[in-house]
């Protein structure tokens, strides 16, 4: 039989690798919650409307790459991003005398994409939301949280945050208006993807991966340029905040976002250390969104972390605690071992317990697993009580009594 592989673009996660993505994971939820943030989950997987229509019908997520089926005559589609659930839950269970709502989350997102470095199929996202609050105020301290959170990840010497504002729904307009104008001089030049944007989803185009696109973009209009008096002062505000805050950013008049659903803020934090993958957390203002899922006029931010981005740069290895390792010598000390492990994990000691092999392979086995020390059992000994504790670091060797053992260990 030919050898089971997982699905391309899918991977296991193991030994260090995961380690990294649950630190990552660890790091994210004890930053948000110092922000007030408190965890939400939401299903996998959820009706395919409530992608398909709030991400946006041009955008590339719902176009190619969502995970769509049909079960029971229901039309379903797995997550592939969670701002649309965390939303929709909100929504489905009334959350309005909550405002503000914040919420964090993580989990598998799956996107069919083509598969690289830092880009799968199935791939995890922390993020959070905040609904309910228009200021600019709240717009500053959800990047300074996600700032924050690369910061504890020790991550801030590798990363930019760049920042725009596409402003309110009348800049975006006005935007709209003069993009199209400049793409329709450049139609034949354009990729056939944008050619179809044009006239659907103009913005899109500005977000496109074409080479071909890529130069044509590179002197279109500036959305700064566009907009008016309140969104400049929006703008002007967020940036003010994170001056204060000492926070470093760079606008990009090109940031725009995959998503539909932006206004006023957006960004981005992204390094130079992953290639192309090298945007590592995005989000930004959502006002009309929960109006759209018909849930009234709450204002919404927010963003997400690729954790398996954010994992990657991590450098050094991640700590284990160490274990003792438990040597039984001779025949008739099994069943004392297995007691005696069981109570030093009843008592918070992390123990690996060697349960066959020479006297020599279960010591090779101990430093393998970077035990500090080990714990011989032999016949003698234990006839009187007594085992042995050998530090595995210095080789220092010593004789305790079997009911001081855990206390020696602490
Ligand atoms: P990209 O431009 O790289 O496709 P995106 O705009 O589609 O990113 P978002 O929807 O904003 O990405 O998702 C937030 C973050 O999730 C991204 O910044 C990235 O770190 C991560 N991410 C998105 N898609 C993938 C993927 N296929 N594999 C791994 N991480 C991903
Ligand atoms: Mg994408």
Redesign the pocket.
């Known amino acids: 039989m030919e050898k089971l592989q997982a699905v391309r673009g899918t991977r296991d996660l193991y030994g260090q690798d995961k380690l990294k993505m649950k630190k990552v994971i660890e790091v994210g939820s004890k930053v948000v919650e110092r922000y007030g943030f408190e965890e939400i989950e939401t299903p996998v997987f959820e009706f395919t409307e409530v992608f398909a229509r709030n991400i946006g019908e041009t955008t590339d997520i719902v176009t190619k790459e969502m995970y769509s089926f049909e079960k029971g005559g229901d039309h379903l589609t797995l997550r592939p991003?969670g701002t649309a659930g965390v939303v929709r839950a909100f929504v489905s269970n009334g959350m309005h005398r909550q405002l503000p709502l914040k919420a964090y989350y993580y989990g598998p997102m799956f996107?069919y994409?083509r598969p690289q470095k830092?880009?799968?199929r199935q791939?995890t996202?922390f993020g959070a939301e905040l609904l309910g609050v228009e200021s600019p105020q709240v717009d500053v301290e959800v990047i300074a949280m996600a700032y924050n959170f690369l910061e504890d990840l020790g991550l801030t010497g590798k990363v930019t945050v760049e920042i725009n504002s596409l402003g309110d729904e009348e800049s975006r307009k006005a935007y709209r208006e003069k993009l199209v104008s400049y793409l329709r001089g450049y139609y034949d030049k354009l990729s056939e993807d944008s050619k179809n944007r044009l006239e659907k989803n103009p913005l899109r185009v500005l977000d496109s991966k074409e080479e071909c696109d890529k130069e044509i973009v590179a002197n279109a209009p500036l959305y700064r340029d566009s907009w008016n008096e309140s969104s400049r002062g929006f703008f002007e505000e967020v940036i003010k905040g994170l001056d204060n805050l000492g926070i470093k950013y760079v606008i990009n008049d090109r940031l725009v976002?995959?998503?539909d659903y932006y206004n006023h803020t957006v960004f981005?934090l992204t390094t130079d250390k992953l290639g192309s993958?090298g945007?590592?957390?995005?989000g930004g203002r959502y006002n009309g969104l929960v109006q759209q899922m018909g849930g009234g006029d709450v204002a919404g931010i927010g963003w997400?972390?690729?954790v398996?981005?954010l994992a990657m740069l991590i450098d050094e290895d991640v700590f284990v605690e160490r274990p003792v390792a438990l040597i039984p010598t001779g025949d008739d000390v099994d069943a004392k071992a297995l007691v005696i492990a069981y109570n030093l994990r009843k008592a918070g000691i992390k123990v690996e317990h060697s349960y066959s092999g020479s006297f020599k392979k279960r010591f090779e086995k101990a430093n393998k697993v970077n035990a500090c020390k080990a714990i011989i059992l032999g016949s003698d000994e234990l006839r009187n009580n007594e085992v042995v504790i050998k530090d595995l670091d210095s080789g220092e060797q010593k004789t305790v009594a079997l009911d001081k053992l855990i206390e020696e260990l602490r």
């Open positions: 991003e996107r994409e830092g880009r799968y791939l996202q976002r995959g998503l981005e993958q945007t590592v957390l995005a997400a972390g690729g398996d981005r």
